[in-house]
């Protein structure tokens, strides 16, 4: 995989929120989400703003050069949640990841790990379903529909499940999920490593991201030495 920051953060924009070209503006890029007003995503090396179809620029954002500051809300962003005023903006950001060709090996799971062969969605079939998934959710996971998933088990019940909630044709995101009880037994390294066996045969890059203070979810990544890439934010 060659390290081309522009196309990363492309691509894993547009697996987890849909990237069209802006009919009102077509050098610039539009989000197909319907819930998000924009989203910055930048790195040491290349940057993306996309916005919401119809939603322009204040004609001072337009051309701001900054430097790169993770962890930081850039000010192109600020000033342009200000410039809504007429609105209430939530803005949140974190860190994202690539997974490398080859991840560092987690520690051995004391419990169980199934994954989605057919074999695995056989047995998954007759799991208990977690309290926090629908009914259609669930089916959709355990069949395949959502994507590739592994998951670590305890007593016929899923207790962790990485997942893909969101992709393309190129890319996929891990999607994590642990049961409270069972958090700090560090089986999300495990399954995430799974997962990601199991995506990697169809997508050529796997992506990974977290809030800023998701400090569980940032440890996964440090776990398996995923590549850090840059930093995501979004204004809904």
């Known amino acids: 995989m060659s390290w081309d920051e522009e196309r990363l953060l492309t691509l894993e924009i547009d697996a987890n929120y849909g990237l069209a070209p802006d009919a009102d503006a077509p050098r610039r890029t539009a989000l197909r989400d319907p819930s998000l007003l924009a989203v910055w995503a930048w790195?040491?090396?290349a940057r993306l703003l996309a916005l919401a179809p119809g939603l322009t620029l204040p004609s001072s954002i337009d051309g701001m050069e900054e430097k790169y500051s993770p962890g930081r809300l850039p000010e192109a962003l600020r000033c342009l949640v200000a410039s809504l005023d007429d609105r209430t903006v939530n803005v949140e950001g974190g860190p994202c990841f690539v997974f490398?060709?080859?991840?560092?090996?987690?520690d051995p799971t004391p419990l169980p790990l199934i994954a989605s062969t057919t074999d695995g969605r056989r047995t998954a079939g007759h799991l208990i379903r977690p309290d926090n998934w629908q009914p259609d959710e669930w089916n959709e996971l355990v069949d395949g529909r959502m994507g590739e998933w592994a998951m670590a088990v305890h007593d016929r019940e899923p207790v962790s499940i990485c997942f893909t909630p969101a992709s393309n044709a190129t890319a996929a995101e891990a999607g994590?999920?642990?049961?409270?009880?069972?958090?700090?037994k560090r089986l999300a390294p495990a399954v995430v490593a799974a997962w990601s066996q199991r995506e990697h045969r169809t997508r050529a890059v796997l992506f990974y991201s977290t809030t800023a203070d998701n400090h569980a979810s940032r440890s996964v990544a440090r776990t398996l030495g995923?590549?850090?890439?840059g930093w995501i934010w979004t204004a809904r």
């Open 176 to 184: 994590v999920w642990t049961r409270p009880d069972f958090r700090g």
């Open 43 to 45: 790195s040491p090396r």
């Open 226 to 229: 995923l590549t850090p890439l």
């Open 100 to 106: 490398p060709d080859r991840l560092a090996v987690p």
